[in-house]
């Protein structure tokens, strides 16, 4: 008698428990993603001897010289990468003597090469810029899931052109690189006010 009576009892509250359960509202918890710690924005100079040009770089960034161009050899040696080991990221940066190229192919270049991430890319913003230093170009900032979100050129227009762009090492993410993308931006904009041309 008593088993039945427990039996029983079970049944029904399973039944109630499935009951109650089928009624309730499910409500799937937003994406999340992990807390980022930033370090404090610091700077140091970059200025090698017989390098065109100096600035200021992160203290958290490491230089590289770069030595491979798919797979070949850079065209000169003042190419060079930034490397941010904490956010897996790299700023890729090419130089180019202006005279030895002419100074609208690479600007044209410099825009194809933001503009090709277009398939990818939400919108491209274009942004002219002139240092109290007397560099100008412009900066590109490219929404949505492309493999870069930040370009940018910097030029004197008559010797030097150096151009800039930000990579992740990572599946492009707008949604969980963008915090990252807007921190390293004002290290970039830093990089670009204190750029001066070694004539």
Known sequence: MLNKIF???CCFFISTL???SCNSAYTPKPRGYYKIAFPQHQYQ???QPGFPYSFEY???ANIIRDTTFFEDK???PYWINIDFPRFNARIYMSYKAIGKNSFDKLKEDAYKMSYKHTYKATSIEDTAFKTPLG???IFFTVGGNAATAK???????TRHFLRGALYFDTAPNEDSLGIVNNF???DMKHLINTLQWKD
């Not at 370009?151 to 227009?157: E, P, R, V, Y």
């Open 184 to 186: 390293l931006q004002e």
């Open 7 to 9: 039996f029983v009892s």
């Open 18 to 20: 499935l009951i109650v």
């Open 74 to 76: 850079p065209e000169n």
């Open 135 to 137: 560099v100008s170009g």
């Open 45 to 47: 100079q970059f200025n």
């Open 58 to 60: 992160p203290t958290y």
């Open 151 to 157: 370009q940018f050129f910097a030029t004197d227009s």
